[in-house]
């Protein structure tokens, strides 16, 4: 593997899993966020031959066959999703948040998503979303 | 967008990342990424060597010494920095200015180290071989012209590192390695003030560590930054203040202002003013007078996305706040 390949060009372009995106080229947008040993990181500052030997899980992990992960499914029944471009990157970083704090405050859910931009929802229904994921009332619809 | 090519190096050790970067006048280091790739994707360093040392072990420490000094090794992430119980309680400053960087997954790839050595910034230079195209090389650019001041043959590219200013307040050190050799120096010295060439390391050296002198019982401080948003951005300005108390009086006093020159700007009025005052409320006006000398110092470019002038004048609110913060801790001490 040539060793200028990011992570993110490895994981879309040899391994065919374009839920990662490449939105902003400097860091900034959070769209490429996968997840690295559970921690939420650019993989498009990330070298390829840099995560080698790291545990790394994309957007594509989180369901088992058409079992959504709870917190997809709190993103679905909450209004979270609009163009679905910031989504996986959204749900990803959630899903970290939530798997060391799984009872976040507004402020804690705001503070962790704060490297996740989003121009369609205004943040609103996605904080939402990971609420509800978290208190256990994201399987129920709610928009 | 691709990285230009290069072949990557990955030691175990930072000495042998010197002797690496030391051979290779083309090579780089990479530490967390959060600024040479991006550098690399507007292809402002085209390296031909790149030395990454995410695999080096043993240099992130952030280590209580006996005589309550800290030494905070430079891979240590930001991230690390930020939630430090040891340094929420003895450094608040540091806390705060580590948390305002970037967002969480970048301060979980950020480094120490790379955060001080971080290059100088302007935004006729931070932009991407495209747009850059259509001007003549500045001064940064190793060419003739400087786009932000007409005829400007000085370079006015800015340092915007959180870090510095903090650890400038508390009177930080830092270890400089080379293939053979490590040296110790204020960090006031580690930085030149020079544009184009931000701080002292020379190829084949880097920065190992950091060491902050003691905190002292009775002591305050904080840190202030302005930016657009709540998160991510550099800081337009920022404010950090250090101070020590003995016996209700204050006894040292530090404000260093960032992201108004190449380099972290001391305040000395914080010294000469402040110095020997008992906290009351008579320090209203000898705090006004400590921020007006930094908007007087402080004399910004307009080389960041907001007005240089308003800019200048936010720096003085910045001391002011950052010094009424610090008091509040030290009182509450």
């Known amino acids: ?143 | 967008m691709r990285l230009p090519r290069f072949h990557l190096l990955q030691p175990d050790t930072l000495k042998e990342a010197c002797s690496m970067l030391g051979d290779r006048n083309e090579s780089v280091l990479l530490a967390g990424g959060t600024a040479l790739l991006v550098d690399m994707n507007q292809r402002l360093r085209k390296p031909s060597w790149v030395i990454s040392i995410k695999r080096v072990t043993g240099w992130d420490h952030i280590a209580l010494e006996q005589d309550g000094g800290l030494r905070i090794g430079a891979l240590a992430s930001v991230a690390s920095v930020a939630r430090s119980p040891l340094i929420a309680e003895r450094h608040p400053v540091l806390a705060q200015a580590a948390t305002s960087v970037g967002v969480p997954p970048l301060r979980h790839a950020a480094t120490v180290g790379g955060n001080l050595s971080l290059n100088n910034r302007c935004i006729y230079y931070n932009q991407s071989e495209l747009w850059r195209q259509a001007r003549p090389l500045c001064l940064k650019l190793g060419g003739d012209v400087c786009h932000v001041v007409e005829k400007g043959r000085t370079c006015l590219a800015i340092h915007q590192g959180d870090l510095a200013p903090a650890l400038l307040a508390l009177g930080a050190s830092v270890v400089v390695m080379g293939a053979a050799d490590e040296r110790v120096l204020p960090l006031r010295d580690f930085f030149t003030g020079d544009g184009e060439k931000p701080n002292v390391l020379e190829q084949g050296e880097l920065l190992a560590e950091v060491r902050i002198p003691p905190a002292s019982p009775s002591g305050g401080s904080a840190y202030e930054k302005l930016r657009v948003r709540e998160a991510m951005d550099f800081p337009l300005a920022s404010a950090a203040a250090n101070l020590r108390l003995d016996g209700g009086r204050i006894a040292e006093a530090s404000v260093v202002l960032g992201a108004m020159a190449a380099a972290p700007l001391e305040i000395t009025a914080a010294t000469t003013v402040l110095v020997g005052q008992k906290i009351e409320d008579g320090l209203d006006i000898l705090l006004d007078q400590v921020a007006q000398q930094g908007f007087e110092r402080a004399h910004p470019a307009d080389n960041l996305a907001v007005d240089a002038g308003y800019r200048r004048k936010m720096t003085s609110v910045l001391v002011r706040r950052a010094l009424e913060r610090a008091i509040a801790v030290a009182q509450g001490a």
């Open chain 1, 1 to 143: 593997m040539p060793d200028h390949k990011t992570l993110l060009e490895v994981l879309r372009v040899d391994l065919s899993l374009t839920g990662a995106k490449e939105g902003c080229e400097d860091g900034t947008c959070g769209t490429c966020t996968v997840l690295l040993d559970g921690w939420p990181v650019r993989s498009c500052l990330l070298l390829a031959a840099e995560a080698q030997g790291h545990e790394i899980t994309t957007i594509e992990g989180l369901s088992d066959g058409e079992r959504l992960h709870p917190v997809q499914e709190a993103f679905v029944n909450y209004g979270g999703i609009q163009c679905g471009y910031c989504t996986p990157g959204m749900i990803l970083t959630s899903k970290a948040l939530l798997d060391r704090n799984p009872s976040p405050t507004e402020a804690e859910v705001r503070e962790a998503i704060s490297g996740n931009l989003c121009r369609c929802t205004g943040y609103t229904k996605i904080v939402e979303s990971v609420l509800a994921a978290a208190d256990g009332t994201g399987s129920t619809v709610n928009t």
